[in-house]
């Protein structure tokens, strides 16, 4: 039997990924479900929500002072948004494939985000709970290796 494709959302977002900013992305998006409650039929399916927040830290190590950690105000992000989000995509398909998830949200900012902002969100369903632990951290180093999104720190 045909396993039904799980549902998919990568997108490249203007603003720090803050709960409304997640919302309102989920209904633009028209996400089917929003990690609904026990009682709905996908959940029955579903033994682990994982989610991950990429959030900015206070401290990066400066390359322009010999990798010393410096204090920062913030992060600014760049993307070339049609392949971003051409690869944020490829890279979530592939992952819902290899761990069998039941469903995966990835998104993650362009602009200035600032220290303690979310800048990476990625919310993973998965029947089991091993699945989506080695599907996350896949996820995320294949992110950092392929995706164009680049990241310029605003120093204190």
């Known amino acids: 039997m045909a396993r039904t494709p799980a549902p998919v959302l990568a ?4 603003s720090p990924l803050t709960r409304d900013a997640e919302r309102a992305e989920l209904l633009l998006q028209g996400w089917p479900h929003a990690f609904a409650p026990a009682g ?33 105000l913030a992060l600014e992000y760049q993307a070339y948004d049609p392949m971003a989000e051409r690869e944020l995509r490829r890279i979530a398909l592939d992952i819902v494939e290899r761990h069998a998830l039941s469903s995966l949200v990835a998104l993650h900012s ?10 990476f969100l990625l919310i993973m369903e998965s029947p ?23 990241k310029k720190p605003i120093w204190r």
């Open 128 to 150: 089991h709970r091993a699945e989506a632990l080695a599907a996350m951290t896949l996820f995320i180093d294949m992110l950092k290796q392929d995706v164009p999104i680049w």
């Open 110 to 119: 362009r602009g200035r985000v600032g220290v303690g902002e979310v800048s």
């Open 11 to 14: 997108r490249i977002i203007d």
């Open 40 to 72: 709905n039929s996908v959940a029955r399916t579903v033994g682990a929500v994982l989610r991950f927040e990429g959030i900015v830290r206070r401290g990066e190590p400066d390359p322009s002072a010999g990798g010393t950690e410096r204090e920062l």
